[in-house]
């Protein structure tokens, strides 16, 4: 009679618990081996779609002592994985495609909006995915809160953290510009919640978040063209009247800011002319890229208002502490035709164990020297990270090493498989993990027969470019869906929702890179650059986060029901606060972003966490 309850309830849990985004996983039963019977039972449910079944691990201890061990076991392992998806989209997924735009010859117009958007949303954009795709039963309310949640984060706090650092007159087009597209991008959300509330997703919602981003980028390029071609005739028309000298010297930028910020490393900006063309540059796992600044009023501009300016779109990824010129990242990232040869290789065992261990090494010794304290701490907890992802994913810009080729030959192939789940699929007669086996040796044969020691291979950084992309995108979605899996876990025992997992642990850990990298640029005399990226950044992983992994899930038959609730509806309505707050607050300071524009935003924050608490709590609800 009791086993009969029992079934009846699971089959009553399991029936009900729908409501909302997802399937829920409830515990809660009489003892241990109920809930771990049922944990087993609704893996698609109470799982994230990782390798590793934290739910089970933990559910299934006898103990609860056990289950605390077992759940602080799953914290420093999320730890790591976040120091691992920092390490492969900054190190890693930046550098090869910054290599592929400078292959492929690639304009800074589209590959702002393409190429480098998407290097610099690379973990948001992933993190949504692995919610949506990974498992059979979406958890979309981690990646709707994680979007949300992370939109609202950067556009309050990232953006106050840029003012506060430095005061600074914000370009009026490019910011406004994103703002509107911003807001068009949350009312479709707030469309889409409401209209299919209570109701299975409709391919027709997730294509129109990929409509506005495809009108935000013909927006942004065209009107880059518009801009460029008046600036080139007005150019010739001050040439012609000989108003203006022609020339300004890129040595006069930098003894300016010298002088301005002292002894410390400053932007190696080259400047052609006074209205030179945009630059970009790199910082702390983001690319900034600026384009010319807009006539604020008539008359001639200083050297360092052009040198400032910005726009949003063009953000993207690289791991240095300090502003670099565009020209020495695309050289250093790419090197595509004009690497010096490799060193030479003594051809011994001994010499080959040298040079596999010297392209190994996952510390730069000079980049380590150089670093504080607190950051060889963190670069030697990071070095084991490093070695698996040398192992494993090729690098363009590193110099050519048969040994580490023949080891990528190997690793690729079966990492790629295995990052997919699909390595004991069956095609034919063989399971795919064979099938790379023998992709694995045919390059590696073809390695061992055609290739040099000291000759790099003509087409080896292109290859490499294009073999390291994609597998540091395999490294990011895997590790996108154990982190899932984790937050999810976590999401079980506590009681706490997605939504709510996913504005706290998967929204600050993904964001705390932006607000670095930002406020890094902005201390370096380029505000302009770390607010543009503050804004169009979310504006783009919302916008494509939300829209392809849902349209992927909808295509594959997959039922995902977003459900409209109090905690959606508090993030929404915040995350239009920030944004008009912005679009009010800034043109009523005349652009001019100050203390009290920073402060505002922080409010909104804490007003916004509180509420948040409050509702999940259950303390009030509308």
Request: glycine fraction near 6%; proline fraction near 4%.
């Amino acid at each position: 009679m009791e086993n009969a309850t029992l079934s009846a309830l699971v089959t009553f849990v399991t029936s009900t618990v729908a409501s909302g985004d997802d399937e829920r996983c409830v515990l809660g039963f009489r003892n241990y081996s109920d809930d771990c019977s049922y944990v087993l039972d609704h893996s698609d449910a109470c799982e994230g779609g990782g390798y590793l079944l934290w739910t089970s691990y933990v559910v299934c201890q006898g103990t609860p002592v056990a289950r605390g061990f077992t759940i602080f076991g799953s914290v420093v392992f999320l730890a790591l994985l976040f120091l691992l998806i920092t390490a492969a989209a900054d190190d890693f997924f930046s550098s090869n495609v910054s290599a592929i735009i400078d292959h492929l010859k690639i304009s800074q117009n589209i590959a702002g909006v393409t190429f480098m958007a998407f290097g610099n949303g690379a973990p948001d954009i992933f993190s949504s995915l692995a919610s949506v795709i990974s498992v059979k039963q979406p958890k979309a309310g981690l990646a709707v809160g994680e979007l949300l949640g992370g939109g609202i984060f950067v556009t309050t706090m990232v953006v106050a953290s840029i003012v506060l650092a430095q005061p600074f007159h914000v370009m009026r087009r490019p910011i406004m510009r994103d703002i509107v597209f911003y807001l068009v991008a949350v009312a479709w959300t707030l469309f889409v919640f409401l209209y299919g509330q209570n109701q299975q997703m409709l391919m027709w919602e997730p294509i129109g978040f990929i409509v506005i981003y495809v009108l935000y980028a013909v927006t942004v390029i065209v009107g880059r063209f518009v801009r460029q071609r008046s600036k080139r005739k007005e150019k010739k028309e001050r040439r012609r009247r000989s108003v203006y000298p022609t020339q300004v010297s890129s040595i006069a930028v930098m003894e300016t800011e010298k002088s301005d910020y002292g002894s410390r490393r400053t932007p190696t900006i080259v400047v052609e002319s006074l209205h030179s063309s945009r630059e970009s540059v790199f910082e702390n796992g983001k690319f900034f890229c600026r384009e010319e600044p807009e006539e604020e009023e008539d008359g001639p501009r200083s050297v360092e208002e052009d040198t400032t300016s910005t726009d949003s779109s063009l953000v993207y990824v690289i791991h240095d502490h300090s502003v670099v010129a565009v020209s020495e990242v695309r050289a250093s990232a790419a090197h595509i035709s004009q690497l010096p040869p490799p060193p030479e290789v003594d051809v011994t065992w001994h010499g080959v164990c040298l040079d596999a261990l010297r392209h190994l090494n996952p510390l730069d010794a000079e980049e380590f020297s150089d670093a504080s304290v607190f950051m060889k701490v963190f670069m030697i907890c990071r070095a084991p990270i490093m070695l698996v992802l040398k192992c494993s994913t090729p690098l363009a810009e590193a110099s050519w090493s048969k040994p580490i080729a023949l080891l990528h030959a190997f690793t690729g192939p079966v990492f790629l498989v295995f990052a997919f789940q699909l390595a004991q699929k069956t095609i034919g007669p063989l399971q795919i993990w064979a099938y790379a086996l023998i992709v694995s040796a045919t390059i590696a044969a073809f390695i061992i027969f055609f290739t040099e020691f000291g000759e790099t291979p003509k087409y080896y950084k292109q290859f490499a470019c294009y073999a390291g992309f994609v597998l540091s995108v395999a490294w990011i979605y895997m590790v996108s869906s154990e982190v899932v899996d984790v937050v999810n876990m976590i999401g079980i025992m506590s009681g706490i929702s997605h939504e709510v997992l996913g504005l706290t642990i998967l929204a600050w850990s993904n964001s705390i890179g932006d607000l670095i990298a930002d406020v890094s640029v902005a201390r370096q005399g380029f505000p302009r650059m770390a607010i543009s990226a503050a804004i169009g950044g979310p504006c783009f992983n919302l916008l494509i986060g939300f829209g392809f992994p849902f349209l992927i899930a909808c295509a594959q038959g997959k039922q995902v029901i977003v459900d409209m609730d109090t905690v959606k509806k508090v993030m929404l309505l915040f995350l239009s606060l920030s944004l008009l707050a912005s679009l009010i607050l800034l043109p009523a300071q005349r652009f001019n972003a100050r203390r009290p524009y920073a402060l505002v935003l922080v409010g909104f924050y804490v007003v916004f966490l509180v509420l948040v608490v409050l509702a999940e709590l259950k303390v009030y609800s509308f």
